[in-house]
């Protein structure tokens, strides 16, 4: 059974790049959740997804940030014209279903660093 | 006000002891889910333990217990028997059951640094 697959696990990029994030949820889970976490702090809610649809994104940056989760393939989270600020490490989550019941399984991140 | 609140930046025990780390939220949701999640040095996040609100026991998984009291709006992580491979970041989280739509998102503490001292 193959956990949540982000890819790439590190990512380099200078200031006004664009950098993308992948993102495969665990076989049989339809809700993905982005992730933020800054250096020295916990993870913060960016944006949370079903098959071709967004959700919530209320803690998503209004500039440079997007992300979709077509009817096939992986959840991708861009982001335009990257800054330094915007190095950290980026979490994808999966469920299976909705409801505060149930386990919310993680991705291994991508960190993205900025020049 | 912060949601989830860990007022341990750092925690240390001896090998094989058990520990308690602390974890206070605020809600007015009557319906939530709490969770702990470990990161180790290699930065991947790994579940541990979840309780819900209408949980009447106290949720257990292997050496980790949780040490959930509602009134006081704390839940807590017991370790039990710690082992050297524990020594890590530990998060607190919950989820709320946001206003009648049946999703959540999570939101996490500022963490834990656990070591575990031979």
């Known amino acids: 059974n193959a956990g949540v697959m982000q890819n790439p696990r590190h990512l380099v990029r200078r200031r006004g790049q664009e950098a993308r994030l992948r993102c495969s949820p665990m076989?049989?889970?339809?809700?993905v959740y982005w992730y933020r976490q800054l250096p020295e702090e916990g993870l913060k809610f960016m944006v949370y997804?079903?098959?071709?649809?967004?959700?919530?994104e209320s803690g998503m940056p209004k500039e440079r940030f997007s992300a979709e989760f077509p009817k096939e393939g992986p959840s991708i989270l861009r982001i335009q014209q990257v800054v330094r600020g915007d190095s950290a490490a980026y979490f994808c989550?999966?469920?299976?279903?909705?409801?505060?019941?149930?386990?919310?399984?993680f991705g291994e991140g991508s960190r993205l660093t900025v020049l | 006000a912060q949601k989830i609140t860990q007022t341990q930046p750092g925690m240390f025990v001896q090998e094989k002891e058990a520990v308690t780390l602390d974890c206070t939220y605020d809600?007015?949701?009557?319906?939530?889910?709490l969770f702990w999640y470990k990161q180790p040095s290699s930065g991947e996040m790994i579940f541990l333990i979840y309780?819900?609100?209408?949980?009447?026991q106290n949720a257990t998984e292997g050496r980790y217990s949780l040490n959930f009291q509602k009134a006081r709006k704390s839940a807590n992580l017991v370790i039990s028997a710690s082992q050297l491979g524990d020594s890590a970041m530990y998060f607190c989280?919950?989820?709320?059951?946001?206003?009648?739509?049946?999703?959540?998102?999570?939101?996490f503490g500022q963490g834990t640094i656990l070591t575990v001292h031979p």
């Open positions: 989550a999966s469920s299976r279903g909705t409801g505060t019941t149930g386990e919310l399984f």
């Open positions: 076989k049989g889970h339809s809700h």
């Open positions: 997804l079903q098959k071709e649809n967004i959700i919530d």
């Open positions: 809600t007015s949701d009557p319906s939530y889910g």
């Open positions: 309780q819900g609100s209408y949980d009447q």
């Open positions: 989280a919950m989820r709320e059951a946001a206003g009648g739509t049946s999703y959540g998102k999570l939101t």
